[in-house]
């Protein structure tokens, strides 16, 4: 009998030091010495006869330094971020399985459903969810409300005004890999330029993805209706990165083109709302320094990354950013409106240049280095702070 239980336990540890010159572009106060970061977890994870399962996993996330106080994804003393019970039966053809409780959903790229990995709380959800995998189909189903995080330690709660329902499917295939999914996201007191109105939205995408010789590729397009208070919702994106690698050079360079859109609101007050609403992406969706999110956008983005000694890579990239719609403003990654777009009818928004590296020294040990310049372009030298934005930071992350 004692055979049929397996138990394993873990966790990981992160130290973050960052430094930010101008903050938001001189929108929040300044940092005197910098922000340092700290975040560890640790889990245990118990199954019984490769059919039950049941993980539990509590972390603690604490910083110190920035000037205006810890932001809701700064600090969290300690809570769990997952917690739940599993049930699963496998056959030669498919396999099936629930999971109910606390837990960290990501789907995809994180376009759309990510953990959150940059901040320094990750984002969890109290949910249930289902799965099938039969031959090279996964589908998985889900119903979700995010945790809201706070500062204290188990003081963090089901959020009352968002849920999340949907579907995801991925095919395996021999060259691409495809996904499908559908999504239904309801929050009561969402905002937008336009105002503060009860949100149900509904998103269609498809994401294309895989590699074949040196090429590789990794494009995807949501597409969403619903309501905004009487408004009607239409909104759509698409999200490409295209890359080519030298296999036979040193460091085996690869060169890549990122290339996205997202739709903005163009006039308030005509009964529409044209606004994407990305529902829970990656945390630093365009990078490091996390200044703009994913909304009201177009982006150009060439990049390069490359091996330059053993276990240690480098990447470098030029980030140009723009408004789709001028009557729509800037939004920051977690979806707060930073800026309207009433004051000004430029488009150009920043251009954003990056340099970083990753040091895997020892076995679960790494250690990252990056440097971020972002200079405002017209939109922001028009409305208010327009200071250039620096950035550095120094991590050290241990998983054991």
């Known amino acids: 009998m004692a055979d049929r239980w397996r138990w394993r336990v873990g966790g990981d540890l992160r130290l973050r030091y960052e430094y930010t010159g101008h903050p938001r572009y001189g929108l929040d106060p300044q940092d005197r010495h910098g922000v340092l970061m700290a975040r560890a977890s640790a889990f245990v994870d118990l199954s019984w006869d490769d059919t039950w399962r049941a993980f539990v996993q509590l972390a603690s996330s604490e910083t110190q330094g920035r000037a205006a106080g810890p932001s809701p994804v700064d600090e969290n003393r300690l809570d769990p971020s997952n917690a739940f019970l599993e049930w699963r039966s496998a056959t030669a053809a498919r396999t099936v399985g629930w999971r109910v409780g606390i837990q960290e959903l990501q789907f995809g790229s994180g376009r759309a459903i990510d953990v959150r990995e940059g901040p320094n709380v990750r984002r969890s959800f109290e949910a249930v969810r289902g799965f099938i995998a039969a031959g090279a189909w996964r589908l998985d189903g889900f119903s979700a409300a995010p945790r809201q995080n706070r500062q204290g330690a188990w003081d963090d709660r089901r959020s009352p005004t968002q849920r999340l329902q949907g579907v995801y499917a991925t095919r395996t295939g021999v060259v691409s890999d495809w996904d499908v999914y559908a999504l239904h996201f309801r929050d009561d007191a969402a905002r937008y330029a336009q105002g503060t109105a009860s949100e149900r939205r509904w998103s269609l995408g498809t994401r294309l993805f895989g590699a074949r010789e040196a090429w590789d590729w990794n494009w995807e397009a949501i597409a969403q209706g619903g309501r905004f208070g009487p408004a009607r919702i239409r909104a759509w ?164």
């Not at 997202?262 to 996390?290: K, M, Q, S, V, W």
Request: no cysteine.
């Open 237 to 400: 994106s698409l999200a490409t990165d295209t890359g080519y690698t030298w296999t036979g050079s040193a460091g085996q360079p690869r060169a890549a083109l990122l290339v996205a859109v997202a739709t903005g609101d163009r006039r308030p007050e005509d009964g529409r709302l044209g606004t994407l609403n990305p529902i829970y992406p990656r945390g630093n969706y365009f990078g490091d320094e996390a200044t703009l999110g994913p909304r009201n956008f177009f982006n150009l983005q060439p990049a390069l990354s490359m091996r330059i000694g053993p276990n240690l890579r480098m990447n470098a990239g030029v980030d140009f950013f723009w408004r789709y719609s001028t009557g729509d403003g800037v939004y920051a990654p977690n979806g707060q409106l930073i800026r309207t777009g009433r004051d000004s009818r430029a488009r150009f928004v920043a251009t954003v240049g990056s340099l970083g590296t990753t040091w895997a020294f020892s076995p679960g040990w790494s250690a990252t280095a990056v440097m971020a310049y972002a200079r405002p372009g017209a939109f922001l030298r028009e409305t208010g702070a327009d200071d250039p934005l620096s950035f550095i930071s120094l991590g050290l992350h241990h998983r054991f």
